[in-house]
């Protein structure tokens, strides 16, 4: 069907940087949105950043100015560039397509990565 590969993550110190990556694969017919979740022990999974279709980004207010989203329609891939990382940000980051899966007929559904963690500590 499809499959979502990430990779990028790590343990990094506070103000540090690292670039989560996630590539799509598979019966794609057209991909859509494309956004990143985090998920901590214990707490709700949150929607981190979105990029539309043409390319709107949108960030939950606490990564604003730090992260950025963005994407590579010719290779099917979202990216996020984390930078001046907090302790706050150590979480398992999960990517999330939207995709149109080719099919007869072509039907609609979202996919997650497997998840990649993120450390920031001292």
């Known amino acids: 069907q499809v499959q979502l590969v990430e990779s990028g993550g790590g343990s990094v110190q506070p103000g540090g940087s690292l670039r989560l990556s996630c590539a799509a694969s598979?019966?794609?017919?057209?991909?859509?949105?494309m956004a990143w979740y985090r998920q901590s022990p214990g707490k709700q999974r949150e929607l981190v950043a979105m990029?539309?279709?043409?390319?709107?980004?949108n960030y939950v207010d606490s990564v604003k100015g730090r992260f950025a989203i963005s994407r590579d329609n010719a290779k099917n891939s979202v990216n996020l560039q984390m930078n001046n990382l907090k302790p706050e940000d150590t979480a398992v980051y999960y990517c999330?397509?939207?995709?149109?899966?080719?099919?007869?007929?072509?039907?609609?559904?979202?996919?997650w990565g497997q998840g990649t963690q993120v450390i920031v500590s001292s």
């Open positions: 999330n397509v939207d995709v149109l899966v080719r099919g007869s007929p072509v039907y609609r559904k979202d996919f």
């Open positions: 598979g019966d794609i017919f057209r991909i859509e949105d």
């Open positions: 990029i539309t279709t043409v390319g709107t980004m």
